[in-house]
T-cell receptor, first 116, second 110 residues
């Protein structure tokens, strides 16, 4: 069964450094998302991306965050100047075409980001 | 009031029991309801996906949505130790953002 893959599984970074989290969505999917889960808390929406542009973003997704689909298969989340509070699991998700909201989102296994 | 509320558990049951997991929500615009299962150090895995009110069954799993009460449920029949995981409810008005509950940790003992 096709799946969303994320790399790396664990990223350790010094505070203030830039980090790029990578995702390969399911191949025929057109909608892409990033969520995060701080330890012990619920999964929170960050951003959705469709047709090469952001379609929705949360209050968490401020100017230090950016997303990109650099080619036909990868989807990345960049955090420009990491803070201690950015430490979390970051999940990528994708959903197939079929109308907004009609199709369920499929998640990868996440990247655990640890900021020191 | 939180947008989506879910008892964090843990909920401990013996193998073979029927499990009932629930979420309540406050936003009447939610139209699509999902249940995800999350094992430790893994991503959410889609279990059930329903639109509006009603029931949906898939093997040992049944999802129920009662929009009038703003209440959704997931029932697991003949629970197995392999069902031990955290179960997340999620919902959306039909736009792309999913709103999750905190998750209920389920422990099924042999």
């Amino acid at each position: 069964e096709p799946e969303v893959t994320q790399t790396p599984s664990h990223q350790v970074t010094q505070m203030g450094q830039e980090v790029i989290l990578r995702c390969v969505p399911i191949s025929n999917h057109l909608y892409f998302y990033w969520y995060r889960q701080i330890l012990g808390q619920k999964v929170e929406f960050l951003v959705s991306f469709y047709n090469n542009e952001i379609s929705e973003k949360s209050e968490i997704f401020d100017d230090q965050f950016s997303v990109e689909r650099p080619d036909g298969s990868n989807f990345t989340l960049k955090i420009r100047s990491t803070k201690l509070e950015d430490s979390a699991m970051y999940f990528c998700a994708s959903s197939p075409p079929g109308g907004v909201g009609n199709q369920p989102q499929h998640f990868g296994d996440g990247t655990r980001l640890s900021i020191l | 009031q939180k947008e989506v509320e879910q008892d964090p558990g843990p909920l401990s049951v013996p193998e073979g029991a029927i499990v009932s997991l629930n979420c309540t929500y406050s936003n009447s615009a939610f139209q699509y309801f999902m249940w995800y299962r999350q094992y430790s150090r893994k991503g959410p895995e889609l279990l059930m996906y329903t639109y509006s009110s009603g029931n949906k069954e898939d093997g040992r799993f049944t999802a129920q949505v009662d929009k009038s009460s703003k209440y959704i449920s997931l029932f697991i029949r003949d629970s197995q130790p392999s069902d031990s995981a955290t179960y997340l409810c999620a919902m959306t008005p039909g736009f792309q953002k999913l709103v999750f509950g905190t998750g209920t940790r389920l422990l099924v003992s042999p």
